[in-house]
């Protein structure tokens, strides 16, 4: 049975590298699509689909500097670029796929290119899943900093996001508004002073687990996680799991494939040059007596 390598850069089914870090998965349709961060050229976000999470298609670079912008109610700043000419950063992009206006709207994490210092959130959407998505400019929730982030819908068709907050001190939770272009409430400030990073939502028979790295930078660290009734229910204190450098990575997002649970990590090889060589890993979750678990291990098929 094939495997994919884990910490290996995985493929797409042409053999070429994939580039999709920071990532989310949705399935739509008959599909998985694999949205990520991708830093070559002028792109910020590409996608990649898969029937089987294994076979991964190219199929856009959703993002660039050259994305058509457009304003929207909220008051944004429209800036795909700097002011000379250099790249933006767009890091950890999420897609969810709103049921009531049809669209798939995208927030990422922004920085203005030149210091880390704006620590907003951009917003973007499409009419598929992988066109080319209009970029609606970038903000700061109830004027928070907001860096490292991810997207969660509930069953419901709520959607909440979740992004690190003070400096990174503090991990917000926000009920978005009904279309999923807002922030509408801010619903929960996570674990005062924990600097949690990379937090990544899964709702399993009725618990809800976040799973969030502490901040390092590039260097991976001890993963934890906290559990809630519902997202807008307490949640727990932090708990670990997996080893201390999290079996070498940091979390992207967490899937329920098939009735199982698994984590999605990158496993980063740093800045520059060496960011490019950055792997990915999927590993196996599970609740034992309540408690969440990660497995190691060096391949995985789903
Ligand atoms: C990590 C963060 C990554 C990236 C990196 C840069 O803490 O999770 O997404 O921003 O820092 O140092």
Not at 182 to 202: F, K, M, S, T
Not at 219 to 242: C, H, V
Not at 244 to 267: H, I, K, M, P
Request: some cysteine.
């Amino acid at each position: 049975m094939e495997k994919l390598k884990n910490g290996e850069v995985w493929r797409d089914v042409e053999g070429k590298e994939i580039h999709a870090h920071g990532g989310y998965i949705i399935k739509h349709q008959e599909y998985y699509y694999w949205y990520g961060e991708d830093r070559r050229e002028n792109f910020y976000v590409s996608c990649y689909r898969s029937e089987d999470l294994m076979h991964w298609e190219f199929r856009n670079h959703i993002l660039t500097t050259e994305s058509k912008m457009e304003g929207y109610r909220v008051r944004t700043k429209l800036m795909l670029r700097k002011e000379d000419g250099g790249k933006v950063n767009l890091e950890r992009p999420k897609v969810l796929y709103n049921e009531k206006t049809g669209k798939f709207v995208l927030w990422v994490h922004f920085e203005n290119g030149t210091d880390y210092r704006e620590a907003a959130v951009a917003v973007a959407d499409c009419d598929t899943p992988d066109g080319d998505f209009v970029y609606h400019g970038h903000f700061n929730p109830y004027g928070y900093m907001s860096r490292d982030c991810t997207l969660f819908k509930d069953d419901d068709g709520t959607a909440y996001f979740i992004s690190a907050a003070r400096d990174n001190a503090d991990l917000h939770v926000y009920r978005l508004s009904e279309d999923y272009m807002n922030v509408d409430c801010l619903v929960h400030r996570l674990w005062q002073g924990e600097y949690r990073e990379a937090p990544a939502v899964i709702r399993h028979e009725g618990i809800y687990y976040m799973i969030s790295s502490f901040c390092t930078g590039w260097d991976p660290n001890q993963g934890k996680y906290g559990q809630a009734k519902g997202m807008e229910q307490p949640w727990t204190s932090l708990r670990e799991i997996g080893d201390e450098t999290t079996y070498q990575s940091q979390a992207a997002f967490l899937l329920e494939v098939n009735g199982r649970l698994y984590y999605f990590g990158d496993r980063w090889r740093g800045s520059g040059e060496n960011y490019f060589r950055s792997g990915y890993v999927a590993y196996p979750l599970e609740v034992k007596d309540g408690v969440l678990t990660m497995e190691y291990c060096e391949e995985i098929s789903f």
